[in-house]
């Protein structure tokens, strides 16, 4: 793999409690597992895409906190070209608090920090980045006008962005007229193009009106029901691989790493899910953002398990 994938997003510090159920409003939980990891969309992507075997360079701004320096090694670890990661001063990095309870489902709650200071300037100061590589890979813990700024970029050099629209957050939608592949979950998707999706059928239906409003390919998760892909061929459901979910955490950023550099490598659309697929089917049975997210070897050894 000659060209990069360029992952421009944020990085967090996540300090998870996991327990045998999720607690109600005003009600504590007091046997709870604690654990320090290290997550955010744009990292957990990058270091999904770099075990995967992709060539990766993450574009990421962190703040002045003690925890930087593991954070870095451990990007580097999994493969990732950290030289264009902005170290601020007087800033902490991204912060997520989470709770996982039962069935891996989740509640979080993330305070920016230094991915506000990923600004348009900053991604107009890595252009040539973006002109040489083969994939734009980005997300929306960033704020919405640096991802607009890197859209123009992306478009006016001709390099092919995959967005992955997660979080949800209000957007000029005429923007995905920029995007080659945009991936969105139920909820994400739902937000998008105002259909509510709740199943397979819905899903293909939003999927085309996700490219109705732009987008050259949609990509719709569903969890444990699969992906729904929408292209100009038509709209096909992949199904999910069936595995026992401890932790979901990190398992659609895990996907969409899985997915780009499955693509860059030149492995057709289909293929590409099913890679990812089997990426998201290992990541979920772990705990942790990064820490759950496999190696190549493992995603490969999956497959043919069940393929």
């Not at 955010?40 to 990421?60: F, S, T």
């Not at 580097?76 to 800033?91: H, M």
Request: proline residues 5%.
């Amino acid at each position: 793999m000659s060209k990069p994938i360029v992952v421009i997003g944020s990085s967090n510090i996540d300090f998870i409690m996991k327990m045998d159920h999720l607690p109600a409003r005003d009600e504590t939980v007091t046997d709870a597992v604690f654990m320090q990891t290290f997550g955010g969309k744009g990292a957990n992507q990058a270091v999904a895409a770099g075990r995967a075997g992709g060539n990766v360079i993450l574009v990421n701004c962190v703040g002045d906190d003690p925890y930087v320096e593991r954070m870095l090694a451990g990007f580097r670890e999994s493969g990732i070209n950290t030289d264009y990661i902005i170290r601020e001063t007087g800033i902490s990095s991204g912060t997520a608090l989470v709770m996982i309870g039962e069935g891996g489902h989740n509640y979080l709650s993330v305070s920016p920090g230094a991915n506000g200071l990923l600004t348009p300037e900053r991604v107009e100061a890595v252009r040539d980045l973006i002109a040489g590589a083969a994939y734009v890979l980005m997300q929306f813990e960033i704020p919405p006008a640096t991802i607009a700024r890197a859209l123009d970029i992306a478009a006016e050099v001709g390099t092919p962005v995959v967005w992955n629209y997660a979080p949800a957050n209000p957007f000029d939608i005429t923007q995905l007229k920029k995007v080659n592949i945009v991936v969105a979950n139920e909820v994400e998707a739902t937000a998008l193009t105002g259909i509510p999706v709740t199943d397979v059928a819905t899903a293909q239906t939003a999927a085309q009106k996700l490219r109705e409003l732009g987008a050259q390919t949609a990509i719709i998760t569903l969890g444990e029901t699969g992906s729904v892909v929408a292209t100009a061929d038509g709209v096909q459901h992949i199904p999910a691989f069936p595995v026992a979910a401890l932790d979901t955490t990190a398992a659609g950023d895990t996907y969409c790493g899985c997915l780009v550099v499955a693509l860059a490598e030149g492995q057709s659309l289909v293929e590409a899910v099913r890679f990812a697929s089997a990426g998201g089917a290992l990541c979920v049975q772990r705990m942790g953002a990064q820490p759950s997210i496999p190696w190549r070897v493992e995603i490969e050894m999956f497959l043919q398990k069940r393929l």
